[in-house]
């Protein structure tokens, strides 16, 4: 009888451990896992540049999902970040707002006040995502930024030469439509072999885009997961984020990263996986 007292008490006391342990990791996911600002850094070395890229800096930010937990002075605070690298160009790879969340015009007013103080020497880029579409805060707010959106077309970006670096966008997989045609249509007239970057919201995208030839592929839409396990990586990934979700990847000869965005989608949940912007930095000598 006493033994068996002994193993109700002893199991009592492991489930009280496990429930505290369970509440500090999401209580820590919740309120710590969401916030500060990681900035990857990575180098992207190619002799398919000329020396006047040398040092170029790409500044890749991505899932902002604003008014997850994400609010203006979080965004006042990235925008001071990402200005403060001096980036060369600026790009952003969908879901500005998140779904389900109601802005009124001041709100929008003031997000968008916020976000045309970017500032990249060059320009910004943007490709739409799917959580875009879940409302009309994108169509609000972009047409007001100084930012060009690659809704299935491509871009000439120079940086003191007069060989550009191509930029190819499209629509977003899921919930848009993508015409890959029309993105690479610079292929009908231009047959020169152009450091081509692309910009998409979702990487298994690369997958569609496999009979054309790119040196570079950023992404969101995966989160890198949100809530990650050391030794396991990712418990889950979104539609469109199934193949491809980790940082990087070498696919068809060109490298994927993907970034591991600044808000949350579904769950307001961050486990070892800050929210974080990527700078690329190119070498050309």
């Known amino acids: ?41 990575y180098p992207i070395r190619t002799n398919e540049l000329s020396e006047d890229y040398d040092g170029l800096k790409i500044i890749h930010f991505s899932d902002l999902h604003y008014k997850s937990t994400i609010d203006i002075n979080y965004v006042k605070k990235l925008v001071k970040e990402i200005n403060e690298l001096k980036p060369d160009i600026v790009v952003f790879t969908g879901d500005l707002v998140e779904s389900n969340v109601t802005l009124d015009d001041k709100e929008v007013k003031n997000l968008t006040k916020e976000l045309d103080k970017i500032n990249p020497t060059i320009e910004t880029l943007a490709v739409i995502g799917n959580h875009d579409y879940d409302h009309d805060y994108w169509n609000q707010i972009v047409p007001n930024l100084n930012w060009k959106v690659l809704d299935n077309t491509y871009e000439y970006v120079y940086s003191n030469s007069t060989t550009p670096i191509l930029f190819v966008g499209f629509d977003d997989l899921r919930e848009g439509t993508p015409d890959y045609a029309n993105a ?10 152009r450091y081509t970057i692309v910009l998409a919201h979702e990487p298994d995208q690369i997958d569609e885009i496999k009979d054309y030839n790119f040196d570079l592929y950023l992404s969101g839409h995966s989160h890198l997961g949100q809530i990650r396990v050391p030794l396991v990586g990712a418990i889950y990934t979104p539609v469109g984020s199934k193949k491809y979700y980790d940082e990087h990847y070498y696919v068809n000869d060109a490298d994927m990263y993907i970034s591991g965005g600044i808000g949350t989608s579904l769950l307001k949940l961050r486990l070892f996986n800050r929210p974080s912007i990527n700078l690329y930095r190119f070498y050309t000598k």
Do not use: C, P
Not at 184 to 193: E, P
């Open 184 to 193: 690479f249509s610079y292929l009908n007239t231009d047959s020169n072999d």
């Open 1 to 41: 009888m006493k033994k068996e007292e002994n193993k109700k008490h002893i199991l009592r006391i492991i489930i009280i451990v496990a429930v505290f342990l369970i509440a500090i990791v999401v209580l820590y996911s919740r309120f710590i896992g969401t916030t500060g600002l990681i900035v990857k850094e």
